[in-house]
Structures are given as structure tokens and as C-alpha cells.
T-cell receptor, first 113, second 115 residues
């Protein structure tokens, strides 16, 4: 089967660094996405990794290891507004051999003062 | 960045009525649009994929006669929840891909409450 695993909840302190891990098992691989979703709102794009390595974008960085089926999202200098759910999604293939996104359940991050 | 507009943002309806949700790509041509539903504290569940001018591809377990999807143009897709029931109450989100990008751009979502 296809599945994506990420921690359900994490807590961190304002100003700190937090790493959210994601492991996946999918039929094929065509890229991994991280999205941020605040309660009651639609997800917003954070990062896209298709090759191994670290992609840095401001306070957020995302890492991918295709051989290990592993990614992480690193958030630095945490702010209160970073409290949200972080969704890991992998583009694999469905039964019709079409590319489709497979979504993790999301990691709810709470940033405390 | 690309903008996807989704309306309405919130709708409350009586059981048995039909509700239409619109999703528009405002500044790019969306070759593919996706419709998701999301229950509280759960992840996104893909309902269907629609390509402009062709029939939508529904995910297993999603009733195509209940969730009607129309993608008549490169900038507009609609989802109609027919004969809505309380169990259809959920957060519905559309997303679009196009403009040569691999990214998905999401609408703001529609919170449907069926009484």
C-alpha cells in the first residue's frame, strides 16, 4: 500500500528550531511537498523537493532522501504565527498510473511563548 | 503567486438541497483541478480530479452522481453536492495546477453544514 507517516503533534518554544519528519512508502516518486494549514483555512505551499538534499527558503528548509523515503521540514526562529498543521504530500502514481498526491495526516505544531 | 478563488466560503443548507461550489483560477490556466474534502483534524481526502473539457476521475468510494464536477473552461470548475445530507457536512477545498508549475494552488475552502 501507499502511506505517509508524520508525527501527530509537536510543541516548541517561540524563537526555537523544530524539525518535522515525514516518511513515505509510495508507488513511484515524483516529488514531495510541504504545505502549511491554519485551522479553517486552505493549505499554503511551503516547499517542493524532487532531488535529494536540502532546500532552504528563509526560515523554512526542507530535506529529502529518496533512498530512505524520508523528508523533514525545518522551521527556524519560530514565531507564534507558525502554530499550524504541516502537511507532507508525495506525488506518486495511482492505479491508473496517473500522478496523484498522497497526503499525510498532518503534524499539528503548537508554538508557545 | 497564482490565485485560486473559491466560493462560497461557508454555506448552511437544509437536508435534501443541492449546493454548488465554484473554483476559479484567476491569473493562470488550470489544466487540472482537484477537489478535496477534509474532516476536522484529518488530512485532505482527494475526491476527484478534473481536466478541462473531459469527465472527472473520481476516487474510489466517491459517488459521482452525488458529487457532480464540471470543468467547462480552463479557469472554472464547479462541485455540486446533490441532495445533501448531514454526513456531507465537511470542509471542501479545490486546488489547481497549471501554468507549467508542479505546485498546487488551493482555494480558500468551503465549509458546508447540512442541517
Amino acid at each position: 500500500g501507499q502511506n505517509i507517516d508524520q508525527p501527530t503533534e509537536m510543541t516548541a518554544t517561540e524563537g526555537a528550531i523544530v524539525q518535522i519528519n515525514c516518511t513515505y512508502q509510495t508507488s513511484g516518486f515524483n516529488g514531495l511537498f510541504w504545505y502549511q494549514q491554519h485551522a479553517g483555512e486552505a493549505p499554503t505551499f511551503l516547499s517542493y523537493n524532487v532531488l535529494d538534499g536540502l532546500e532552504e527558503k528563509g526560515r523554512f528548509s526542507s530535506f529529502l532522501s529518496r533512498s530512505k523515503g524520508y523528508s523533514y521540514l525545518l522551521l527556524k526562529e519560530l514565531q507564534m504565527k507558525d502554530s499550524a498543521s504541516y502537511l507532507c504530500a508525495v506525488r506518486g502514481f495511482n492505479a491508473g498510473n496517473n500522478r496523484k498526491l498522497i497526503w499525510g495526516l498532518g503534524t499539528s505544531l503548537a508554538v508557545n511563548p | 503567486g497564482a490565485v485560486v478563488s473559491q466560493h462560497p466560503s461557508r454555506v448552511i443548507c437544509k437536508s435534501g438541497t443541492s449546493v454548488k461550489i465554484e473554483c476559479r483560477s484567476l491569473d493562470f490556466q488550470a489544466t487540472t483541478m482537484f477537489w478535496y474534502r477534509q474532516f476536522p483534524k484529518q488530512s485532505l481526502m482527494l475526491m476527484a480530479t478534473s481536466n478541462e473539457g473531459s469527465k472527472a476521475t473520481y476516487e474510489q468510494g466517491v459517488e459521482k452522481d452525488k458529487f457532480l464536477i464540471n470543468h467547462a473552461s480552463l479557469t472554472l470548475s464547479t462541485l455540486t453536492v446533490t441532495s445533501a445530507h448531514p454526513e456531507d457536512s465537511s470542509f471542501y477545498i479545490c486546488s489547481a495546477r497549471g501554468g507549467g508549475s508542479e505546485k498546487l494552488f488551493f482555494g480558500s475552502g468551503t465549509q458546508l453544514s447540512v442541517l
